[in-house]
């Protein structure tokens, strides 16, 4: 079982920057790929970022296209924590973010079928 903590959301202005936090429980947290997905009112939950250990210092990564050069994910193997960097913030980015864990895909999956734990949800909302 793995517990996933969220924090770092807030309000921010257009342009402004943001960095979420997630803390993870469990001692396999390394073995695990750790997405971020965030659900705007009205709207399905979307994938945003994902990364995967691969060992070493490497790790793979993947972006939606709307968050790719703006967004940068990240994740502490010592801590079992993973950040989610938002640069350059739009008001369309304003939604809940989720963190997710799963161990089935050995890359870093969009699909949230991949991942068997999710946090709470934290809020980002960029103002105008």
């Known amino acids: 079982q793995v517990q996933l903590v969220e924090s770092g959301g807030g309000l921010v202005q257009a342009g402004g920057s943001l960095r979420l936090s997630c803390a993870a429980s469990?001692?396999?947290?390394?073995?695990?790929?750790m997405g971020w997905f965030r659900q705007a009112p009205g709207k399905e939950r979307e994938f945003v970022a994902a990364?995967?250990?691969?060992?070493?210092?490497?790790?793979?990564?993947n972006y939606a296209n709307s968050v790719k050069g703006r967004f940068t994910i990240s994740r502490d193997n010592a801590k079992n924590t993973v950040y989610l960097q938002m640069n350059s913030l739009k008001p369309e980015d304003t939604a809940v973010y989720y963190c997710?864990?799963?161990?089935?895909?050995?890359?870093?999956?969009?699909?949230?079928?991949?991942?068997?734990?999710w946090g709470q949800g934290t809020q980002v909302t960029v103002s105008s």
């Open positions: 997710a864990a799963g161990g089935s895909s050995p890359w870093p999956s969009r699909d949230e079928d991949a991942y068997d734990y």
């Open positions: 469990g001692r396999t947290f390394s073995s695990y790929g």
């Open positions: 990364i995967r250990w691969s060992g070493g210092r490497t790790s793979y990564t």
